[in-house]
């Protein structure tokens, strides 16, 4: 099974940056896309941005579009989060997931639900506060 480590989080102002890493270690042949999510306390998890391993396109929310850029390096087995312009509503515990498969989808409708995803990280906190 992949394991996916984020490291990244923390606490930052309302209009500060941040950004987020995670690495991927094990089977990770056939990655067809890492992608990040996030969650609050009794909310579900959310789709925040994915990477495409097969055509390098992305993929974003519709809040963070702008403002958050994803950027994954297929040989390193990483993909990073750079998020500028934070608001106190990007507050949440940040996951990073990755979609391996023999038959890679396309798509924001298939990366944004959280199902299509294999393998999550443990999270990282991020905090914005004004």
């Known amino acids: 099974q992949v394991q996916l480590v984020e490291s990244g989080g923390g606490s930052v102002q309302t209009g500060g940056s941040l950004r987020l890493a995670c690495a991927g270690s094990?089977?990770?042949?056939?990655?067809?896309?890492m992608g990040w999510f996030r969650q609050t306390p009794g909310k579900e998890r959310e789709f925040v941005a994915a990477?495409?391993?097969?055509?390098?396109?992305?993929y974003y929310a519709d809040s963070v579009k702008g403002r958050f850029t994803i950027a994954g390096d297929n040989a390193k087995n990483t993909v990073n989060l750079q998020m500028n312009s934070l608001k106190s509503e990007d507050t949440a515990v940040y996951f990073c997931?990755?979609?391996?498969?023999?038959?890679?989808?396309?798509?924001?409708?298939?990366?944004?639900?959280?199902?299509?995803?294999?393998?999550w990280g443990q999270g990282t906190q991020v905090t914005v506060s004004s």
């Open positions: 997931a990755v979609d391996v498969s023999t038959i890679c989808y396309s798509g924001i409708r298939h990366y944004e639900r959280p199902a299509e995803y294999d393998a």
């Open positions: 094990g089977p990770t042949a056939g990655t067809c896309a």
């Open positions: 990477f495409s391993w097969t055509d390098s396109r992305t």
